[in-house]
């Protein structure tokens, strides 16, 4: 299915790295997918993070690398498939070493981001819309993007269109809604609240943070959003 991302080491060009869908039509079959990486600008390559589920073709990982003060390279990975079986649903890892060696990656899953690029209400398609983004100078800072979370938007999230993370991938704000609470219009099909806040559009693609700022922009089927990258507390937004 070849290879859908290619990224430089933060520290050094001759090495790179990059995630790729499983071998299902080519022998030996049901094989690779996941991360990679490369010592040598791109001539020979090492699996350092395996596919969720290698049986898949339509498994795939996604992943921001960033430098972290001590020197070492920090991979963010989210990766999933289009199945909706508990085991496949989209799985977030955090390694702070991936430059040398064999690296090891926490993992990060969570209530907040599980399944994050799959939603049951249109089923799991991790294979269209996956993103992860560390903006440069910022390793704690990580976001992930993928699926609406339909069968929640509205009351247990607000949608999960884009998750932003401030402590190194712990824990995760729901970024699909802003601070605006004006009413929700008459008529409305699909909001539950009383209130109609500006939102993104379902299915994430790509993300930028301006250098030096907090300001960002959201690419999605939609098209693109701007944020002003100021942060407001929005829990008066929410009801029982």
Same mark, same amino acid.
């Given at each position: 299915?070849?290879?859908?991302?290619?990224?430089? &080491?933060?520290?050094?060009?001759?090495?790179?790295?990059?995630?790729?869908?499983?071998?299902?039509?080519?022998?030996?079959?049901? =094989?690779?997918g996941g991360?990679?990486?490369?010592? &040598?600008?791109?001539?020979?390559?090492?699996?350092?993070?395996?596919?969720?589920? #290698?049986?898949?073709?339509?498994? @795939?990982?996604?992943f921001a690398?960033?430098?972290l003060g001590?020197?070492?390279?920090?991979?963010?990975?989210?990766?999933?498939?289009?199945?909706?079986? #508990?085991?496949?649903?989209?799985?977030?890892?955090?390694?702070?070493?991936?430059?040398?060696?064999?690296?090891?990656? =926490?993992?990060?899953?969570?209530?907040?981001?599980?399944?994050?690029?799959?939603? #049951?209400?249109?089923?799991?398609?991790?294979?269209?819309?996956?993103?992860?983004?560390?903006?440069?100078?910022?390793?704690?800072?990580?976001?992930?993007?993928? $699926?609406?979370?339909?069968?929640?938007?509205?009351?247990? =999230?607000?949608?999960?269109?884009?998750?932003?993370?401030?402590?190194?991938?712990?824990?995760?704000?729901?970024? =699909?809604?802003?601070?605006?609470?004006?009413?929700?219009?008459?008529?409305?099909?699909?909001?539950?609240?009383?209130?109609? #806040?500006?939102?993104?559009?379902?299915? $994430?693609?790509?993300?930028?943070?301006?250098?030096?700022? @907090?300001?960002?922009?959201?690419?999605? &089927?939609?098209?693109?959003?701007?944020?002003?990258? &100021?942060?407001?507390?929005? $829990? $008066?937004?929410?009801?029982?």
């Open positions: 299915r070849g290879v859908n991302s290619v990224k430089f &080491d933060p520290s050094a060009t001759n090495k790179i790295y990059a995630a790729a869908f499983p071998q299902n039509f080519a022998l030996p079959v049901n =094989t690779k991360v990679w990486r490369s010592t &040598d600008y791109g001539v020979n390559w090492t699996q350092i993070k395996s596919a969720l589920n #290698p049986a898949l073709n339509t498994d @795939r990982a996604e690398v960033t430098k001590n020197g070492h390279t920090r991979m963010y990975v989210g990766v999933g498939n289009s199945s909706e079986a #508990p085991a496949n649903l989209a799985r977030f890892y955090r390694s702070d070493k991936v430059e040398i060696g064999s690296p090891t990656f =926490t993992d990060l899953t969570t209530d907040q981001n599980i399944g994050y690029c799959g939603d #049951p209400a249109v089923g799991a398609q991790c294979w269209y819309d996956n993103v992860v983004y560390s903006p440069p100078g910022k390793p704690g800072v990580v976001y992930l993007g993928g $699926s609406f979370s339909y069968s929640t938007y509205g009351s247990s =999230t607000n949608g999960r269109a884009f998750l932003r993370s401030s402590d190194n991938g712990v824990s995760f704000t729901d970024m =699909t809604w802003d601070a605006t609470t004006n009413p929700t219009p008459p008529g409305s099909c699909c909001q539950p609240n009383s209130i109609a #806040p500006n939102g993104m559009h379902p299915d $994430s693609h790509a993300i930028v943070e301006v250098p030096g700022s @907090r300001i960002a922009f959201f690419g999605s &089927d939609g098209g693109i959003v701007r944020s002003s990258g &100021d942060f407001s507390d929005i $829990s $008066s937004q929410c009801t029982t």
